[in-house]
């Protein structure tokens, strides 16, 4: 029997992408509900219609009318944060496909964890918002957090290939972004357009910006700690221009296992769904002649602290990750609004993890509270920093 999804974040870059896996394998997936934010009812409700899905839920409740109006007779549509977690605990569901975007995803994911449903996690920012947490429900109630994140899914893999007491470090590797070379100097001049021109992934806008402050490598060590137990002094970061070396892992002995692939996200994405099994599939076949060579170069923390900020955070203690993933996206929304200029994101951050005092984190309720003052700490730095439109 197919496996049935809920999709949640289905018209988002991932999103289009896990669609893509589904109908590849027709067999084996089907997509038993959808979720988005609301913002294109549209689209979602063609998703509804071609996989005949039972329920569908939008974040944004005013957008309930217009989704009502263009879904199908029968299917059931939901509105809010509650909505959400319906469908992630939806006993018609096996996994739960968690591809929004920020902490808005934690809820739904805790529940989904809670009712012992298996999360394919495409949505990181749950991961470091809570990952103490998460984890630890997950083991409690037997569900398998499967990451999406290519570099996730790269060590997944690596990782398979030793014992956890043989394993050294782990290795992420990282694109750079469009800033690589360009000289910090001219970073105040930097444009929303230009930093969401990612030199090898098509994605959505927040996590673009984060490619370009390589902030989304800071969210990634802290997402690689929980997922594979290993505090941040045993994880790195080496800067891997093309982006077909997804992660690598140094085994004690000095061995490296590397994964590679073609940077298309249909494969995580089908890694995650299929896991434990491994399917085949007509994607496109990675072709080494072809692309001649691959690099390597040392990431430099004195131009993009992102990484070493989210290592700090990290280390601090469970809340200071929380409140750096917020005041990174409030820096981002004011970023492409507009309002700041590209580098006063990594001002934004570091002003609100300074002003921190890290603290454990208990429950779902301590995380989102942690969510909340981030926040609300970066819109006050904002007000300083933000530049009139
Ligand atoms: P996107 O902006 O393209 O799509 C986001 C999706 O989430 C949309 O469907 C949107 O409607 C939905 N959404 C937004 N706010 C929501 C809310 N409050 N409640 C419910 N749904 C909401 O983003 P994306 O690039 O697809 O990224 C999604 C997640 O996957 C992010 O956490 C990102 O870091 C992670 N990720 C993305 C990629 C990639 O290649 N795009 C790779 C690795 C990880
Ligand atoms: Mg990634």
Redesign the pocket.
Known sequence: MSQRLAL????????A?AVEVVRHHPGRLAIAAL??????VEELAALAREFGVARVAV?DEAALPALRALLPPGVEALGGTEG?VALATDPGVDRVVA????A??LEPVHAALAAGKDVAL????SLVVAGGLLTALAERTGAAILP???EHVALHQALRAGAPEEVRRLVLTASGGPFLHRDPASWEAIRPEEALRHPT???????TV?SATLM?KGLELIEASHLFGLPPERIDVVVHPQSIVHSLVEYRDGSWIAQLACNE?VFPIQYALAHPERWENTFPRLDLAALGQLTFLALDDRRFPSVRMARQALAAGPSAPAVLNAANEVAVAAFLGGELPFPGIFDTVAEVLDRHRPEPVADLAAALAWDTWGRRQAEEVLARLARPR
Request: glycine letters at 18%.
């Open positions: 949640l974040g289905a018209t988002g870059s991932i999103g992408s979720a988005a934010h609301g913002r294109r974040f959400l591809a929004m975007v920020g808005a995803g495409a949505n990181k920012e999406i994140d290519s992934w098509k994605m959505g806008s927040k996590i984060d989304n996200m």
